[in-house]
Protein backbone atom coordinates (compact mmCIF):
# COMPACT_ATOMS: atom_id res chain seq x y z
CA UNK A 1 0.00 0.00 0.00
CA UNK A 2 2.90 2.62 1.31
CA UNK A 3 4.63 1.31 -2.29
CA UNK A 4 1.74 2.08 -4.48
CA UNK A 5 0.90 5.85 -2.88
CA UNK A 6 4.57 6.30 -2.83
CA UNK A 7 4.53 5.44 -6.98
CA UNK A 8 1.47 7.59 -7.29
CA UNK A 9 3.03 10.55 -5.32
CA UNK A 10 6.08 10.05 -7.80
CA UNK A 11 4.42 9.92 -10.94
CA UNK A 12 2.93 13.40 -9.90
CA UNK A 13 6.12 14.86 -9.55
CA UNK A 14 8.22 16.53 -12.58
CA UNK A 15 10.43 14.56 -14.11
CA UNK A 16 13.55 16.62 -13.06
CA UNK A 17 12.95 16.68 -9.33
CA UNK A 18 11.32 13.08 -8.66
CA UNK A 19 11.29 13.18 -5.20
CA UNK A 20 9.49 16.64 -3.07
CA UNK A 21 12.18 18.40 -1.29
CA UNK A 22 10.45 19.26 2.15
CA UNK A 23 9.51 15.88 4.17
CA UNK A 24 6.85 15.64 6.73
CA UNK A 25 7.58 18.47 9.56
CA UNK A 26 7.62 15.75 11.73
CA UNK A 27 10.04 13.41 10.59
CA UNK A 28 13.76 14.31 9.76
CA UNK A 29 16.47 12.09 8.56
CA UNK A 30 18.16 12.23 12.80
CA UNK A 31 14.52 11.00 14.24
CA UNK A 32 15.67 7.08 11.68
CA UNK A 33 19.34 7.03 11.81
CA UNK A 34 20.57 3.75 14.09
CA UNK A 35 20.08 0.70 14.24
CA UNK A 36 16.85 -1.04 14.18
CA UNK A 37 15.91 -4.79 14.56
CA UNK A 38 12.82 -6.89 13.91
CA UNK A 39 10.88 -9.40 11.34
CA UNK A 40 9.79 -9.41 7.41
CA UNK A 41 7.13 -10.83 6.21
CA UNK A 42 6.31 -11.81 2.93
CA UNK A 43 2.80 -10.95 1.87
CA UNK A 44 0.47 -13.58 2.84
CA UNK A 45 2.39 -14.81 5.28
CA UNK A 46 4.09 -18.14 4.29
CA UNK A 47 8.10 -16.83 4.98
CA UNK A 48 9.65 -14.54 7.30
CA UNK A 49 12.42 -13.98 9.34
CA UNK A 50 14.28 -11.36 11.46
CA UNK A 51 15.92 -8.18 9.94
CA UNK A 52 18.64 -5.76 10.73
CA UNK A 53 18.52 -2.60 9.25
CA UNK A 54 21.13 0.62 9.71
CA UNK A 55 20.45 3.85 8.60
CA UNK A 56 22.79 6.37 7.68
CA UNK A 57 22.30 10.03 7.34
CA UNK A 58 23.71 10.43 3.43
CA UNK A 59 26.14 13.91 4.17
CA UNK A 60 26.44 15.01 0.82
CA UNK A 61 22.89 16.17 0.31
CA UNK A 62 20.18 17.01 2.20
CA UNK A 63 17.09 14.94 3.71
CA UNK A 64 19.15 11.69 1.82
CA UNK A 65 20.06 8.31 3.52
CA UNK A 66 21.93 5.04 3.20
CA UNK A 67 20.33 2.01 4.50
CA UNK A 68 21.85 -1.36 5.20
CA UNK A 69 19.42 -4.46 5.22
CA UNK A 70 20.55 -7.96 6.28
CA UNK A 71 17.48 -10.20 6.06
CA UNK A 72 17.98 -13.42 7.76
CA UNK A 73 15.87 -16.53 7.13
CA UNK A 74 16.63 -19.65 8.70
CA UNK A 75 20.64 -19.94 8.85
CA UNK A 76 20.63 -17.66 5.94
CA UNK A 77 21.93 -14.26 5.78
CA UNK A 78 21.47 -11.67 2.74
CA UNK A 79 22.47 -7.99 2.73
CA UNK A 80 21.69 -4.70 0.79
CA UNK A 81 22.98 -1.45 0.52
CA UNK A 82 20.54 0.99 -1.26
CA UNK A 83 20.23 5.15 -0.57
CA UNK A 84 17.12 6.65 -0.42
CA UNK A 85 15.77 10.28 0.45
CA UNK A 86 13.36 11.21 3.09
CA UNK A 87 10.13 11.92 1.29
CA UNK A 88 6.42 12.65 2.34
CA UNK A 89 5.77 8.98 1.96
CA UNK A 90 8.68 8.21 4.45
CA UNK A 91 11.80 7.28 3.54
CA UNK A 92 12.20 5.68 0.37
CA UNK A 93 14.71 3.72 -1.06
CA UNK A 94 14.72 2.17 -4.70
CA UNK A 95 16.05 -1.63 -5.40
CA UNK A 96 17.50 -2.83 -8.16
CA UNK A 97 15.70 -4.28 -10.86
CA UNK A 98 12.70 -1.63 -10.43
CA UNK A 99 10.50 -1.78 -7.11
CA UNK A 100 11.07 0.29 -3.44
CA UNK A 101 11.62 -0.09 0.31
CA UNK A 102 9.42 2.83 1.79
CA UNK A 103 10.12 2.93 5.52
CA UNK A 104 8.19 5.51 7.95
CA UNK A 105 8.33 5.83 11.53
CA UNK A 106 5.07 4.99 13.46
CA UNK A 107 3.40 6.25 17.13
CA UNK A 108 5.35 4.58 19.92
CA UNK A 109 8.75 5.02 17.91
CA UNK A 110 8.30 1.86 15.58
CA UNK A 111 9.69 1.62 12.20
CA UNK A 112 7.24 -0.10 9.67
CA UNK A 113 8.25 -0.54 6.27
CA UNK A 114 6.76 -2.27 2.77
CA UNK A 115 8.93 -3.44 0.00
CA UNK A 116 7.99 -4.33 -4.02
CA UNK A 117 9.78 -6.51 -6.28
CA UNK A 118 13.87 -6.03 -6.67
CA UNK A 119 15.90 -9.62 -6.99
CA UNK A 120 17.99 -8.56 -4.34
CA UNK A 121 15.34 -9.10 -1.89
CA UNK A 122 14.07 -12.52 -0.67
CA UNK A 123 10.31 -12.20 -1.96
CA UNK A 124 8.99 -9.45 -3.97
CA UNK A 125 6.50 -7.88 -1.74
CA UNK A 126 6.86 -8.30 2.11
CA UNK A 127 6.45 -5.48 5.10
CA UNK A 128 8.69 -4.69 7.85
CA UNK A 129 8.32 -4.17 11.68
CA UNK A 130 11.45 -2.69 13.25
CA UNK A 131 12.28 -1.36 16.89
CA UNK A 132 15.13 0.76 17.51
CA UNK A 133 18.18 -0.62 19.14
CA UNK A 134 20.50 1.98 19.36
CA UNK A 135 20.65 5.73 17.48
CA UNK A 136 23.47 7.05 16.33
Excluded: C
Aim: hydrophobic share 45%; proline share 5%; charged share 20%.
Amino acid sequence: MLVALAAVGLANQPSAQPFADTPPAAVRVADLVGVWTGQWLADGGDRGGALEVILARDPAERHAMVAQVTFIEGGQSDTVRREGRLTRAGAFFGLVGGGAMVLTLERGGRLAGEFSGGPDMPVRRGSLDLIRMRKS
